[in-house]
């Protein structure tokens, strides 16, 4: 799966999951938390491909992700590569094969799924504002990378930047501090889950089990069947799942929306 599909799935499902416990467990929120939410959502779920470098030194390759902030991100790509490689190496069993690249082993599993979303939550209640803003900053930045995939390629990672700090400002000033911490986290960890998902149902697979043992491999990779695969990059995903997604974001909001749009029409009249 290529960065904008990852993105808007985030979104879609975060939007679908939103329209879900509002209708079947009266769970409310307010627009903005709202639109706090499928962005980070949308930027988690590209988060995991942080571990994808390309080359710092000629600012060049990587990731959607990778290049958001320029050879900020790349050099941030190139470490959390070779973080991963060496847990790989360091957790990898007999039947395991040799790598020399850690993309799609360690950011792809469920421990740092769990990992970044708790982790989250803990720095923003440990560390308050700074801690809230920097992350709204990133995983918006990546959100408009994904989601705006076009739009952000010609604009160029100054203006991705600035915008990104702009959000991510605005959105501290005006979200509630008690409730807005935890749901920046668990957006965050749905997101990267999102990202695995959508990683299985293309040809290469994910280690999510790890670290579970099978047949003397800790880092098994699992997907669909290359016959029913999707293949990445091929017209089928990009033209499918981007409809499809735009249509369950779209659908998903109005059921949102459009019930305290009515009710406050009907208040008027
Ligand atoms: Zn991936």
């Known amino acids: 799966m290529m960065g904008p599909q990852h993105a808007l799935s985030g979104a879609a499902v975060w939007l679908a999951g939103s329209w879900a416990l509002e209708q079947f467990a009266d769970y409310h929120q307010s627009p903005l938390a709202l639109a706090v939410g499928t962005a980070v ?20 390759g990587g990731a959607t992700v990778a290049r958001t902030f320029g050879v900020f991100s790349l050099f941030a790509a190139e470490v959390m590569e070779k973080v991963s490689l060496g847990v790989y190496y360091a957790t990898k069993l007999s039947k395991d094969p040799r790598r020399n690249n850690g993309h799609r082993t360690l950011t792809h599993t469920l421990p740092f799924t769990v990992l970044v979303g708790w982790g989250t939550t803990a720095l923003c209640a440990a560390y308050g504002k700074w801690a809230v803003i920097t992350i709204l900053f990133f995983m918006f930045g990546l959100a408009l990378r994904g989601l705006f995939d076009e739009w952000a390629e010609r604009a160029g990672w100054v ?47 994910v280690p999510i089990l790890w670290p579970i043992p099978i047949k003397r491999r800790m ?22 799942m981007r409809i499809a997604l735009t249509a369950v974001s779209a659908l998903a909001t109005v059921g949102l929306v459009a019930p305290s749009v009515l009710s406050r029409f009907d208040i008027e009249i």
Request: positive net charge; contains cysteine.
């Open 41 to 60: 959502c949308a930027g988690g779920a590209l988060f995991p491909d942080l571990d994808m470098s390309g080359k710092v030194t000629k600012n060049q």
């Open 159 to 205: 203006i991705i930047t600035l915008a990104s700090a702009g959000a991510a400002w605005f959105t501290y000033a005006n979200l509630p501090g008690g409730r807005g911490y935890p749901l920046i986290g668990t957006a965050l960890g749905v997101g990267c889950f999102v990202h695995i998902l959508g990683d299985m149902i293309t040809r290469a697979g």
């Open 219 to 240: 880092w098994m990779m699992i997907g669909l069947p290359n016959r029913i695969a999707l293949r990445v990059g091929s017209k089928a995903e990009v033209v499918g």
